[in-house]
């Protein structure tokens, strides 16, 4: 092999392949600022760092509206099906979850608050979807029946709760905390 050979002339200050006197100051370029990039280094741009999410207040509000209407979209799907349906509630926690995490960012309770909120929301569109049932079969108004009958919708829906009724409540807390833990970051 083949060694390259250092530069003719003294070495400076012992390094051969030196090419200035290490006791003069660098030269700066004429018409360059002192500090600006020199133009043979290309400098990409940096982005600004994101501004830090720790909003519980609007996360809750946002976790909040996404559950009331999760649970009335749940309600509805339940009264038109006559069946709960699984996927609507991982629907409800996601919904909820990817809201709470968005809007409040990395707030340590918003996850928890959010699995809060999505039971609550399923436990609502339920009863929603129960009071609709309800309503078909009367042959009445759901108002009437949600609220000026709601501990009969409650009555009901304790009679039709089933162990799946209750793995719907998990699957929706779980997803809605992921979902926050998730969307926060």
């Not at 309600?75 to 809201?99: D, Q, R, S």
Request: hydrophobic share 45%; aromatic share 10%; no cysteine.
């Amino acid at each position: 092999m083949s060694q390259s050979t250092p530069p003719s002339g003294p070495p400076v200050d012992s390094n051969p392949y030196a090419g200035e006197p290490a006791d003069q100051p660098p030269v700066p370029q004429q018409g360059v600022p002192q500090g600006a990039p020199q133009p043979s280094f290309p400098v990409a741009p940096v982005a600004p760092a994101a501004p830090s999410r720790d909003n519980f207040a609007l996360g809750l509000v946002a976790a909040l509206g996404a559950g009331v209407v999760s649970a009335v979209l749940y309600g509805l799907i339940i009264g038109l099906t006559k069946h709960e349906i699984g996927y609507a509630a991982v629907g409800v926690g996601f919904l909820v979850g990817i809201a709470a995490g968005r809007v409040g960012g990395r707030s340590q309770t918003l996850p928890v608050v959010s699995v809060i909120v999505s039971v609550a929301s399923v436990y609502l569109g339920q009863l929603i979807g129960e009071a609709m049932i309800g309503a078909k079969e009367l042959g009445v108004g759901f108002s009437e029946v949600f609220f000026d009958h709601f501990d009969v919708v409650q009555e009901a829906w304790k009679a039709n709760a089933d162990p799946l009724t209750f793995v719907f409540f998990a699957i929706a807390a779980y997803v809605a905390f992921q979902g926050t833990r998730k969307a926060g970051l």
